[in-house]
C-alpha cells in the first residue's frame, strides 16, 4: 500500500544537526511533492518545506531558510531532511507528507519521528 | 500565534452534529479554495478529512463535510461517534512570500 516510512526518534546536543529519513513506497516516488512539517510538544503543525523527487526543486520556509535541507536518493525512493544548529525550541515530531496535487493537502503522512534537542 | 484561527476546543454528544470554523485572511481563505482539514488522534499523525474546501479523500465517511464563506471556512461533523474525539487542523494556502501554507492553532473535539 502507498506509504512513508520514517526513521527513528533522535536525540541531540544544542548546536547539532539531524537527518530524518522519509521512505517512500507503493506509488511513483517521483510524481509527487513531499513535504515536511514538525509538531512541537501540545502545539499545532507548522509547514516547513517541499521537495519534488522528480526534479530536485525545493521551496523553503523562509523562517527555515540557511539551516533546513531537503535532498532525495531516487534510487531508495527517500528523501531526506536535515536541520542544523538546533535549539531547544527545535524540539517537536518532525513529519514527511505526500502532496497529490490536491490544492496543497497533504493525503499520506509519515508515522512522524521525534527529535528531542537537550543538553 | 497561528495563521489561522480555530476554537480551542468544541464538544457534543453522540448522534448530534458539530461545525469547527477556520478564520483566516483574504491573503489565505480568502483568495484560495485550498482549505483542507485534518483529523490527528493523539500520539498519532495527522489524516486527511477534506481537501479544496468541501473534498472528501476515498474512505472517509460523508458524515464529514467543509465549505468556506469569505474569510472562514467550516468543517461539521454530523452523527457524532465516539471515535471522532480527536484535534483537528485547517490549513491553507497563502500569499505569503515567506511560507506556502498556513494551519490553525487545532481544535480538541470532545464526544460527550
Known amino acids: 500500500q502507498v506509504q512513508l516510512v520514517q526513521s527513528g526518534s533522535e536525540v541531540k546536543k544544542p548546536g547539532a544537526s539531524v537527518e530524518v529519513s522519509c521512505r517512500a513506497s507503493?506509488?511513483?516516488?517521483?510524481?509527487?511533492?513531499i513535504h515536511w512539517l514538525r509538531q512541537a510538544p501540545g502545539q499545532g503543525l507548522e509547514w516547513m518545506g517541499m521537495?519534488?523527487?522528480?526534479?530536485?526543486?525545493?521551496n523553503y520556509a523562509q523562517k527555515f531558510q540557511g539551516r533546513f535541507t531537503m535532498t532525495r536518493d531516487t534510487s531508495t525512493s527517500t528523501v531526506y531532511m536535515e536541520l542544523s544548529s538546533l535549539t531547544s525550541e527545535d524540539t517537536a515530531v518532525f513529519y514527511c507528507?505526500?502532496?497529490?496535487?490536491?490544492?496543497?493537502?497533504?493525503?499520506?503522512w509519515g508515522q512522524g519521528t521525534m527529535v528531542t534537542v537537550s543538553s | 500565534q497561528s495563521a489561522l484561527t480555530q476554537p480551542a476546543s468544541v464538544s457534543g454528544s453522540p448522534g448530534q452534529s458539530i461545525t469547527i470554523s477556520c478564520s483566516g485572511t483574504?491573503?489565505?481563505?480568502?483568495?484560495?479554495?485550498?482549505v483542507s482539514w485534518y483529523q490527528q488522534h493523539p500520539g498519532k499523525a495527522p489524516q486527511l478529512m477534506i481537501y479544496?474546501?468541501?473534498n472528501r479523500p476515498s474512505g472517509i465517511s460523508n458524515r464529514f463535510s467543509g465549505s468556506k464563506s469569505g474569510n472562514t471556512a467550516s468543517l461539521t461533523i454530523s452523527g457524532l461517534q465516539a471515535e471522532d474525539e480527536a484535534d483537528y487542523y485547517c490549513?491553507?494556502?497563502?500569499?505569503?512570500?515567506?511560507?506556502?501554507?498556513?494551519f490553525g492553532g487545532g481544535t480538541k473535539l470532545t464526544v460527550l
Open positions: 507528507a505526500r502532496d497529490p496535487a490536491w490544492d496543497w493537502a497533504f493525503d499520506i
Open positions: 507503493g506509488y511513483t516516488f517521483t510524481g509527487y511533492y
Open positions: 521537495i519534488h523527487p522528480g526534479g530536485h526543486s525545493t
Open positions: 483574504n491573503s489565505d481563505i480568502g483568495v484560495y479554495n485550498s
Open positions: 479544496e474546501v468541501s
Open positions: 490549513s491553507s494556502h497563502t500569499t505569503s512570500s515567506t511560507l506556502h501554507v498556513v
